[in-house]
């Protein structure tokens, strides 16, 4: 049962006039559909006031979701003539080694050859896990000491990807919290120093986003877009919650998508984002 059936199932529901539409309304909000999305739906919601029940509910609720989440993702971009690279970014916590080691996984499945960076030098553990995980899969991890400069460890990284002729560079970049500008500055910074390398790198800049993180996630997005230009979302833990309402507000505000979904915590629990599948799970 998806996470919005579940809350309704609490959630008298009469009709016409005896509808409590407050409670109604806090029962949308509840799950992270952002207050743009809730009005939107509780419009759609009064204008069938006489026939209302929870399927109606349910269906007004995929039918303004359907407005701003594609269909199917993009795939990836590959080339002949350079390594794709891909940041990862996002506060601490959220879940970016293990998504990292994810995709990495995902992509060499798909027969791609991938290099890891564990650009989050402020936290040795991180550096550890990353290493781990690329002995569990066969991939190489670039690394430094710890309290390195990410910059340079990245541009070393996508020269010796560069130089292998590798599909996939993945950078692990450290948590950061949105409101620090001298953390932002420093993700910047990173972008520049692999620029140099190649002008158009990188070429995803993905967000992984916590579904419990609630409202705040869209004040982050903002903030990554802001320094970074993000082009996706990886959105984790939702097997947890059942929630994935953030992925609808952000897309919503900045027009920035999930690219991939975690399903769980193993390796594998790693999907692309697709919009029927994600209904299903949040419907």
């Not at 739906?41 to 269906?59: F, G, H, V, Y």
């Not at 791609?112 to 569990?136: K, M």
């Not at 970049?173 to 790198?201: F, Q």
């Not at 996630?217 to 903002?222: F, H, M």
Request: proline residues 3%.
């Amino acid at each position: 049962m998806g996470f919005l059936t579940s809350l309704l199932g609490h959630f008298r529901i009469g009709t016409g006039e005896s509808v409590d539409w407050d409670q109604l309304e806090a029962t949308l909000f509840q799950a992270d559909l952002g207050s743009g999305t809730v009005a939107s739906i509780m419009r759609l919601l009064r204008e069938k006031k006489q026939n209302l029940d929870a399927d109606t509910i349910t269906q007004a609720t995929r039918q303004e979701i359907g407005h701003f989440l594609p269909e199917k993702t993009t795939p990836l971009v590959t080339t002949n003539t350079r390594p794709i690279v891909i940041f990862l970014v996002g506060v601490n916590g959220t879940g970016k080694t293990t998504s990292a080691a994810k995709l990495a996984y995902f992509l060499k499945n798909q027969g791609h050859s991938v290099l890891l960076a564990a650009a989050d030098t402020f936290r040795a553990a991180a550096i550890e896990q990353l290493s781990s995980w690329g002995q569990r899969l066969g991939v190489e991890v670039v690394k430094s000491q710890y309290g390195g400069d990410p910059a340079a460890l990245c541009h070393d990284a996508l020269a010796k990807a560069i130089r292998l002729q590798t599909d996939y560079l993945i950078c692990d970049t450290a948590g950061r919290l949105h409101t620090k500008s001298n953390l932002m500055e420093e993700l910047a910074k990173i972008k520049r120093t692999v620029r140099k390398l190649d002008p158009e790198a990188p070429h995803h800049v993905l967000l992984v986003v916590d579904t419990t993180t609630g409202s705040n996630a869209v004040v982050q997005a903002k903030e990554f877009h802001s320094a970074v230009t993000l082009t996706g979302l990886i959105i984790t833990k939702i097997d947890g919650s059942g929630k994935g309402g953030v992925a609808v507000s952000i897309a919503r505000e900045i027009g920035i998508t999930p690219l991939f979904l975690g399903t769980g915590e193993g390796i594998s629990d790693f999907e692309p984002f697709e919009r029927n599948r994600f209904l299903e799970r949040f419907l």
